[in-house]
């Protein structure tokens, strides 16, 4: 008797649950789609499930050690993977167009780097560029690998699916329609709204759910590795991180200097000493729209904390609210703290429209915070 037993966070049992009763009742769907929020592990559980599938061992799969599950984690597999890449990595030549000794730097070359980082650790939300995108020329590449599959189990996996262009969402529709046999598709997407409701229809549902705080903390520390500082992942980290041990590793560098800067943007701008305000604004790299938006969530994060402290619910930034003296500035009213957020969500927008440089939108809303309440 064939049993499965799938690894991961506590959280995210009843998820797995589901996924090991299709395997062990043999009625595993062709197609899954996994989502939900960036850096809970999607991909670690779609990695879990590729070596289930492909495991030969009797007794508990996966195993880890048959040639099947080696497969599932062997970076230079590449045929098994997809994800978003630019256009000129896309236009990188195949292994077998180029002749023996060359230093060119190959597309399975590329794929495999992007694959040994998603192994080293699958919680990261940045490694793929924002300028990448799933085209219709990695859909054709891995179709045209079918043909030399063999007869054993193939699973492939679709990271951030939600990034295939129209022209790559239709071709791969194609392909969904027609499965070859014995081969699985997992896809995950952090936004299943972007993804043609005909694929969507095609694959079994399955939502992840954030982990526990006591999780991200273990799970964000063992991928920091044994000589790392416990300290770094501080109650700010985890309260940033809102569930996502990918979050809570952005936010482990970052933190510190992003809550500073939110709790000095918040006092400068209550007391008008805007000239000194800019000032530290230019020391601070926030000048670039991601790092600008970066630290608005962080001042976002904040501001629903004063809130909170008022109606004393727990804190998301409790290390930075014990630094923050309140008595520094006049007490803000519940409203004046909700017109506060919504103009810095107004400020994200405006930035991100890339219209003004973030270095203004950052000075205007310095102005214009709290207007009313200084
Ligand atoms: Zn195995």
Do not use: Q, T
């Given at each position: 008797m064939i049993n499965y037993r799938l690894k991961g966070p506590v959280s995210q049992e009843r998820q797995r649950i589901r996924v090991m009763a299709a395997l062990r009742e043999n009625r595993f769907p062709q197609a899954i789609l996994i989502d939900g929020p960036g850096g809970i592990g999607k991909k670690a559980l779609a990695m879990e499930i590729a070596k289930a599938l492909q495991c030969t061992a009797e007794g508990e799969r996966p195993c880890g050690n048959c040639f099947g599950c080696k497969m599932a984690a062997d970076p230079g597999v590449t045929d098994n993977w997809l994800f978003p890449m630019e256009s000129k990595e896309v236009q990188a030549r195949s292994d077998d167009s180029v002749s023996a000794g060359s230093k060119a730097k190959t597309i399975q070359d590329i794929k495999r780097e992007y694959i040994e980082q998603i192994v080293a650790n699958p919680y990261r939300t940045d490694i793929f560029s924002a300028a990448g995108e799933i085209s219709v020329n990695l859909i054709r590449t891995m179709t045209g690998s079918f043909a030399m599959k063999g007869?054993?189990?193939?699973?492939v996996i679709v990271a951030e699916a939600d990034r295939m262009n129209d022209s790559a969402a239709n071709a791969f529709l194609k392909t969904l329609e027609e499965v070859p046999p014995d081969t699985y598709f997992i896809l995950t997407a952090s936004s299943r709204d972007r993804l043609l409701q005909t694929i969507r229809s095609r694959?079994?549902?399955l939502h992840l759910l954030t982990l526990s705080d006591a999780e991200v903390r273990e799970e964000t520390l063992r991928v920091l590795g044994p000589d790392a500082d416990e300290d770094?992942?501080?109650?700010?980290?985890?309260?940033?991180a809102e569930g996502s041990p990918g979050k809570a590793l952005f936010y482990v560098d970052r933190a510190p200097a992003l809550c500073r800067l939110a709790s000095d943007f918040l006092v400068l701008s209550l007391r008008n000493e805007y000239s000194e305000l800019f000032d530290r604004l230019e020391d601070a790299?926030?000048?670039?729209?991601?790092?600008?938006?970066g630290f608005l969530e962080v001042l976002s994060f904040l501001i629903s904390d004063i809130m909170r402290k008022e109606s004393g619910a727990p804190l998301r930034l409790p290390d930075t609210m014990a630094q923050?003296?309140?008595?520094?500035?006049?007490r803000i009213d519940a409203t004046a703290l909700e017109i506060a957020l919504a103009t810095v969500q107004e400020t994200i927008s405006r930035i991100a429209s890339r219209r003004t440089s973030p270095t203004v939108c950052l000075q205007a809303l310095a102005i214009k915070l709290f207007e009313g309440s200084k």
């Open positions: 007869d054993r189990v193939r699973v694959c079994l549902a770094s992942v501080s109650a700010d980290v985890i309260g940033l790299s926030v000048a670039e729209v991601a790092e600008a938006n923050l003296d309140m008595d520094a500035f006049p």
